[in-house]
């Protein structure tokens, strides 16, 4: 079955750490997007990539960096300029005029 | 501009109909509506078209009116299934995913 798979599902990272969150899809999507779920807020987009090797900043990107190396990959790194990393991050894939698939997210707390 | 999502949460007996409106301050593309139940991914649901056009699956309807930039979801006969926060995401001109911009939900609680 083809899906979306984020690793790991919990994660706890001391404060002034980097860490990276994985994103891996088989849908054959073009389209990538990480998005930040925070409670009462909805979902807001930190970055977006529709090709290999370009990607694009969404609405929330400062203290987050990207890359889209492989088509089916889409890791975000949270760095330590973040200043409140402590979230649930969703990471999502799509076709062009296609709704969004996403994975099951990874819950990311900062101590 | 993020849209204006109602009820924030309701509680329904399983059988029982909801409603849940979505409201943006600008003129829209599309209306997508997507339901998350507790620590999981986001499930699509739906997506309304501006001139009519509804694509989705489900047993779940919806309306889009494009002069009051609003959209309505619909749930009759409510199942225990139904539970979960439902999200609208508006699409504002000129269209694409990366445009999508996410309500705050509504939490929606089914009992038995």
């Known amino acids: 079955d083809g899906g979306i798979t984020q690793s790991p599902k919990y994660l706890f990272r001391k404060e002034g750490q980097n860490v990276t969150l994985s994103c891996e899809q088989n849908?054959?999507?073009?389209?990538m997007y990480w998005y930040r779920q925070d409670p009462g807020q909805g979902l807001r987009l930190i970055y977006y990539?529709?090709?290999?090797?370009?990607?694009q900043k969404g609405d929330i990107a400062e203290g987050y960096s990207v890359s889209r190396e492989k088509k089916e990959s889409f890791p975000l790194t949270v760095t330590s300029a973040q200043k409140n990393p402590t979230a649930f991050y969703l990471c999502?894939?799509?076709?062009?005029?296609?709704?969004?698939?996403f994975g099951n997210g990874t819950r990311l707390t900062v101590t | 501009q993020q849209p204006v999502q109602s009820p924030q949460a309701v509680i329904l007996r399983e059988g029982e109909d909801a409603v849940i409106n979505c409201s943006s301050s600008?003129?829209?593309?599309?209306v997508h509506w997507y339901r998350q139940k507790h620590g999981e991914a986001p499930v699509f649901l739906m997506i309304?078209?501006?001139?009519?056009e509804q694509k989705g699956h489900e047993k779940i309807s919806a309306s889009f009116n494009e002069k009051k930039q609003q959209s309505s979801l619909y749930l009759t006969a409510s199942q225990l299934s139904y539970s979960g926060t439902y999200f609208c995401g508006t699409e504002i001109p000129p269209a694409g995913n990366e445009k999508l911009t996410f309500g705050t939900g509504t939490r929606l609680t089914i009992i038995p």
């Open positions: 309304l078209l501006k001139g009519g």
């Open positions: 600008k003129a829209l593309y599309s």
């Open positions: 990539s529709q090709i290999v090797n370009d990607f």
């Open positions: 999502a894939s799509s076709m062009v005029d296609s709704p969004l698939h």
């Open positions: 849908l054959n999507h073009d389209a």
